[in-house]
């Protein structure tokens, strides 16, 4: 008996919840989706390309995002749920009067939790199983890889770590529904439809106070956003912002409504046009209950939009540089950081470690190739050629000695930092073999010339006044002149991210005279290209260096098949690598912004859409009362979209701006100094968002239209 009452509730109130509904199959589908990754088909093609470990980190990644977003769902469905009850109130009190016991009423409703949660979670696993195919080749597009074999796929982790999170919020809704419905009083159930919301009108000048408040505090957020730059997230400026945007959000709509009335009163022309009066308080009245969860939504939007934003332009900020990074086949990477010169002003623990650096540098004429040839390298063994670039640093000359730091459009910070940095120099022998390497023309310096090369958007200003400059630029006691307006760029070294930037290129002479000043270098690269393909050279590579620098204990604990020092060999980097690690940071980045960002839409757009229907439910005997004293339905349905649109539009427009200054910041701090347009992703955002949440705004404008005109249809 009750499972067949709790069927037929089901039944007769899916169609004006169906949103709620939809919404839960959305989150379990792509709860499970997300979580599956790990057990892509596609990573049985990625063998060869791919190690397994960026799936497995991608995997872990999701999985710890995922508990965060059981919490979002949790509270999207207990917070639902609290709507629905309520609405039901009457029901219940019919129930209690026929004699029902309100135990019995309880086990109803938590049937019908469960009735939801297991035919939401069918549905759901079933949509994720099919969305997780689709995800599948998703990846391999942002590996570059097509898939070789396609295979079906059922992730068991993902299913039970799904039905584990799902079930555990439906039985907390389950418990919370029989506590709420048990508390209930019978006198407050019967008289629930008859109950009128109260009007909470605040002072008119209270509340304009307090709006102008919420706009000087949003305002001195932003402007605390924008001097820290994101630079340092743990800076007090930026937790200082984060505050002050939530206080601020808060005190926005909390004042929202009644600054909106007292302005709409001033113009009664427009106050009293049609049904203006009805439909401003009937937003007024949801805003002033409903203000702490619009100022929830609003923040959740913007972190929505940010994410979606962000997150694909640091897709192409970590990917852009994958071909100029891979036009050789691996680098060693010395580090040597130490001019001779100050040495002995290090930290005593590190003093004699450098000069011993450096004294194996001397012996050796710091020529790398050569010292591991005697260690048993044997490069003609599976390299085609080896190149070794030394970056100089020339001595006590800044690059603010050169260029007004302060004129490049840099942070003040960084124009600072760039000021005080000694200006680097290459030969241009040791250039002009990596451009022969890559097909490259070779530059001419003559015997006092330079040419400057830049890989980093960062140093393109900077590049650009040195290639330009007019007088003299005195290095190791030569004056040289720029040779060309022209800014080079080279790729030095095996790379993910383009670091090198306002290098001059110097004649071999003026590298001597530096070197005999007793300077050593900076950092020195030796690239390699293979004979054979990049898989059987890396493999070589390794065993050669392993072989020639056998790796300690410490060493071998930190998984390096070599020891690494400062010199000869202090890190290693191979094309392969570089191309994994991108496709890995484009997956990770990717599916993180699609899955937070996704979820958190949703979300904001299904409470909102619940809360309007709740509100279009509890208004009915209003709208019947407007149809009575002669409304027609074009009236009613136009005030009724005006209520939608602002209710929608109220939180989207101030997530917006909060969306445009974290953007703005985000791009000038992170993304215009790699070079970097944000453009493309925010129109991306702005579509998904239009899509997404504009569907929602439509549908819950026509379940709210027919709810009511259901209503006015059954008192004719």
């Not at 089901?10 to 379990?28: C, E, H, M, N």
């Not at 977003?69 to 009850?85: E, Q, S, T, W």
């Not at 820290?228 to 409504?257: C, E, R």
């Not at 899955?595 to 229907?613: K, S």
């Amino acid at each position: 008996m009750r499972a067949k009452l709790a069927v037929r509730n089901i039944k007769r109130s899916f169609k004006d919840y169906a949103i709620y509904f939809i919404t839960l199959v959305f989150g379990v589908a792509v709860f499970y989706a997300f979580n599956s990754i790990q057990n892509q088909s596609v990573l049985f093609d990625l063998k060869d390309e791919a190690t397994e470990s960026i799936f497995i980190m991608t995997g872990q990644f999701l999985g710890i995002f995922s508990v965060f977003i059981a919490c979002v769902l949790g509270f999207l469905i207990i917070y639902a749920n609290r709507f629905l009850i309520r609405r039901r109130k009457h029901e219940f009190g019919i129930y209690l009067t026929l004699g029902m016991k309100p135990s019995t009423v309880s086990q109803i409703v938590l049937i019908e939790t469960l009735l939801v949660g297991i035919v939401s979670l069918a549905i759901g696993l079933a949509l994720g199983i099919a969305l997780s195919q689709g995800l599948s080749f998703l990846t391999a597009a942002l590996f570059s890889i097509p898939m070789a074999q396609y295979q079906f796929v059922f992730s068991g982790d993902a299913c039970m770590l799904t039905l584990i999170c799902f079930a555990v919020i439906y039985l907390i809704v389950a418990l919370f529904n029989t506590f709420t419905v048990s508390r209930y009083k019978l006198i407050d159930l019967l008289s629930a439809r008859a109950k009128n919301e109260k009007m909470k009108m605040r002072s008119p000048w209270a509340s304009l106070v307090l709006f102008v408040v919420s706009v000087a505090v949003l305002a001195v957020a932003y402007a605390l956003l924008v001097q820290n730059g994101l630079v340092m997230l743990d800076d007090p400026k930026f937790l200082w912002a984060t505050v002050l945007m939530v206080v601020g959000t808060t005190l926005f709509f909390y004042s929202l409504s009644g600054f909106a009335i007292a302005m709409l009163q001033r113009s009664k022309r427009v106050y009293y046009k049609g049904l203006n009066t009805f439909t401003v308080r009937q937003i007024a009245s949801k805003i002033n209950t409903a203000f702490v969860s619009l100022s929830v939504v609003c923040v959740m939007l913007f972190f929505s939009i940010t994410v979606f934003s962000c997150g694909m332009g640091m897709v192409e900020a970590f990917t852009s540089g994958v071909e100029d990074g891979t036009r050789y086949d691996a680098t060693l990477t010395a580090n040597v950081f130490w001019d001779s010169q100050n040495v002995e002003d290090m930290d005593p623990e590190y003093r004699e470690d450098a000069k011993r650096v450096i004294a194996l540098g001397r012996e050796n004429d710091f020529d790398i190739e050569t010292y591991l040839a005697s260690l048993g390298v044997d490069w003609d063994a599976f390299a085609e050629r080896v190149m070794q670039l030394d970056i100089y640093q020339a001595p006590d000359l800044m690059y603010g000695q050169l260029v007004d730091t302060s004129t490049l459009g840099l942070a003040e910070d960084r124009a600072a930092m760039v000021e005080t940095t000694p200006v680097q120099i290459i030969s241009a022998s040791q250039f002009n073999a990596l451009r022969e390497a890559t097909g490259e023309d070779p530059v001419d310096v003559g015997s006092n010339g330079y040419v400057v090369n830049n890989l980093a958007e960062s140093g393109s200003v900077l590049s650009d006044r040195l290639a330009q400059l007019d007088g003299d630029v005195t290095v190791g006691g030569v004056a040289l002149e720029s040779k060309s307006d022209r800014v080079y760029a080279q790729s030095l070294d095996v790379h993910s991210f383009a670091g090198d930037a306002a290098q001059l290129i110097v004649p071999d002479d003026v590298i001597a005279a530096v070197r005999d000043q007793g300077a050593v270098p900076y950092m020195s690269y030796l690239n390699i290209d293979y004979k054979a393909d990049r898989t059987e050279g890396d493999t070589a590579l390794m065993e050669a260096l392993g072989k020639a620098l056998p790796p300690d204990d410490q060493t071998a604990r930190n998984g390096f098949a070599y020891k690494s020092d400062s010199w000869p060999v202090s890190m290693t980097f191979t094309a392969q690598e570089v191309i994994a690690q991108s496709g890995g940071m484009r997956m990770l980045i990717t599916y993180l912004a699609l899955y937070i960002g996704f979820v958190f839409l949703i979300t904001t757009a299904a409470v909102l859409a619940i809360q309007q229907l709740s509100e279009a439910s509890d208004s009915i005997e209003r709208y019947r009362l407007l149809s009575k004293l002669g409304c027609d339905r074009p009236m009613i349905a136009r005030s009724l979209l005006a209520q939608v649109l602002i209710y929608f539009i109220a939180p989207l427009g101030l997530a917006v701006c909060h969306a445009v200054c974290a953007i703005g910041v985000t791009s000038t701090s992170l993304f215009t100094s790699v070079g970097v347009s944000i453009t493309g992703p925010t129109l991306m955002t702005v579509l998904l968002v239009v899509a997404v949440y504009g569907s929602y705004l439509l549908v819950t404008y026509g379940a709210a239209r027919g709810i009511i005109g259901q209503a006015i249809d059954s008192r004719r």
